[in-house]
């Protein structure tokens, strides 16, 4: 906790006390929507006391306070995975802060290998729900009262009104086709998957599958805030589709898909 306070203090005083309302993590090649924001004060995560540093490729690792859609937002412009070695309590650190600072909602997109056949590369899925298969999390150990209660429940992870937010902005840009709903998995990576483990994920149910944003959902339902997340399918994974994935080919499908996340999103801070 001590350390969460002191990482406030000096966002705080970087900023001149600005207050976001609404905070949001912009997940693997994603960047883009960080043009749109109306910068205020910009902090590499480098100076913040505590904070882990991004390791991980098109992860700009800085964080941006200013307004988008009307709305002071803070920006988390790179995120945290288990695979890079942080313990849990690290990877959710920023959602912490951001709670401390102010926000509301929050607000997560990722890239994301779409499981489910009807998917096609560069669509977004809404997520309604997820299955988490990471080897811990980020409330194992003492709770900490003053973020949220021992056990917190998880009935609804997403918050039916911002899905209902953002089905109404995906109607009004023109994106409803290409707008999907699904079940997320979070399993630990940094490996993709062979084709076998494919099968058994979706067999499990799930839509698509990634590497992060569990962690810090849970972290964020502990902290009492209302969640959106939005995954980009940057490839696929459904049998008769499988093929070597090659990194280049994820950023171009997550750069075809930046425009329409970076509309929607704005979208729906305005609705807020």
């Not at 540093?53 to 690792?61: N, Q």
């Not at 009935?155 to 089905?167: Q, R």
């Not at 009492?224 to 589709?241: E, K, N, Q, R, Y």
């Amino acid at each position: 906790m001590q350390n969460l306070h002191e990482a406030t203090a000096y966002i705080k005083a970087q900023s001149n006390g600005f207050k976001p309302q609404v905070g949001i993590i912009l997940g693997t090649g994603l960047g883009a929507l960080a043009k749109e924001v109306e910068v205020e004060c910009e902090i590499n995560y480098a100076d913040i006391p505590h904070f882990p540093l991004s390791t991980v490729e098109s992860h700009a690792g800085r964080l941006l306070l200013g307004r988008l859609g009307g709305k002071n937002v803070a920006v988390l412009q790179g995120r945290f995975h288990y695979y890079e070695g942080y313990t849990m309590e690290q990877v959710v650190m920023p959602v912490r802060v951001l709670k401390l600072l102010g926000i509301g909602p929050l607000l997560v997109s990722n890239a994301a290998g779409g499981l489910n056949p009807d998917f096609n590369i560069a669509d977004l899925m809404l997520i309604d729900d997820h299955i988490n298969l990471q080897p811990t999390n980020p409330l194992i150990g003492p709770n900490h009262d003053e973020l949220g209660p021992r056990f917190p429940d998880m009935f609804a992870p997403y918050d039916a009104a911002l899905l209902a937010h953002a089905e109404a902005a995906a109607q009004d840009l023109g994106q409803a086709s290409s707008t999907r709903h699904g079940v997320y998995v979070s399993v630990p990576g940094p490996m993709l998957e062979t084709p076998a483990e494919y099968r058994y994920l979706r067999t499990i149910g799930a839509d698509a599958v990634g590497m992060s944003t569990v962690p810090e959902v849970i972290a964020a339902r502990h902290l009492g805030l209302p969640v959106l997340a939005v995954s980009v399918i940057t490839d696929l994974c459904a049998p008769g589709h499988l093929k070597p994935v090659v990194l280049a080919d994820i950023f171009a499908a997550a750069a075809l898909a930046e425009p329409r996340l970076t509309a929607l999103i704005k979208k729906v801070i305005e609705q807020l």
